[in-house]
């Protein structure tokens, strides 16, 4: 099966699996030994910390601006956004970054809670815009850090505020059973397979509960490995039609991809 993964970092310092940070030769060979035959690129977002000025914030997106540039036909870019910084700086830098062809998301990492009220400007940009937003989510069980980190209870909040953003929460290992049923009952809540090794039964019981056609593949490479991440989904007693929902359709179906 074709796949494409919304959920990775190819310029990613911290990591040294492709090599130098821009070498993308070997980023598209990595893919395609496993079928991906398209990228959507997130960003080196922690380069600087969980809360980057917006110099920084440039650096960041200037290094997916890069990616996009020089492999359109393979990588699709996310704008990286500090909702912290202001309605202004958000909407700025992501117009800044539509002047490249091939942007066609959000990212969010942990300047905040998906709950925090400056959440609106990020709304604001993606109503603007036409754009999801992939916010990153984590169980906050065991991670006493609700200041910055998303609980799938966080994600599923902000999602209901704004029932006309296409939301995604991402790692569905992250999440858990209990970030999936957060998740139930929100038609523009999407949940992404990302995040830790796979557990038994958790993607049949997302597909049951959310529907195979609100779940996206999702790697997170470098910092996970596309065999496994992939295999996650390739074993379960999904159906044939389910796994090509996951893997290629949704995605292509959410981001408009005309991939041949």
């Known amino acids: 099966m074709r796949v494409i993964d919304i959920h990775t970092h190819p310029v990613f310092r911290g990591l040294n699996l492709f090599g130098r940070p821009t070498d993308l030769n070997r980023v598209i060979a990595h893919g395609r030994r496993h079928n991906v035959v398209h990228m959507i690129v997130l960003g080196d977002v922690l380069l600087f910390g969980v809360n980057p000025n917006i110099e920084q914030l440039r650096k960041i997106n200037n290094d997916t601006i890069k990616v996009v540039k020089a492999r359109p036909d393979y990588f699709t870019g996310f704008v990286y956004l500090n909702p912290l910084l202001g309605e202004r700086a958000t909407l700025a830098e992501t117009e800044r970054c539509l002047k490249t062809p091939g942007f066609r998301g959000i990212k969010l990492e942990v300047a905040n809670n998906a709950a925090h009220p400056a959440m609106r400007h990020v709304a604001k940009a993606a109503r603007t815009f036409n754009l999801p937003v992939l916010q990153h989510s984590w169980s906050t069980t065991n991670i006493k850090d609700r200041k910055h980190q998303s609980d799938p209870v966080d994600t599923a909040l902000f999602a209901r505020r704004n029932p006309e953003v296409k939301v995604i929460m991402a790692h569905l290992t992250g999440i858990g059973f209990r970030g999936v049923l957060e998740a139930k ?76």
């Open 185 to 260: 009952g929100l038609p523009n809540l999407y949940i992404d397979t990302s995040g830790g090794y796979p557990e038994e039964y958790l993607l049949e019981f997302a597909a049951e509960h959310i529907g195979a056609d609100h779940i996206l593949y999702g790697s997170d490479v470098p910092i996970r490995e596309n065999s496994c991440t992939i295999g996650r989904i390739i074993g379960t007693k999904l159906s044939a039609a389910d796994k090509h929902r996951i893997l290629f359709g949704n995605a292509a179906r959410l981001l408009n991809l005309k991939l041949t």
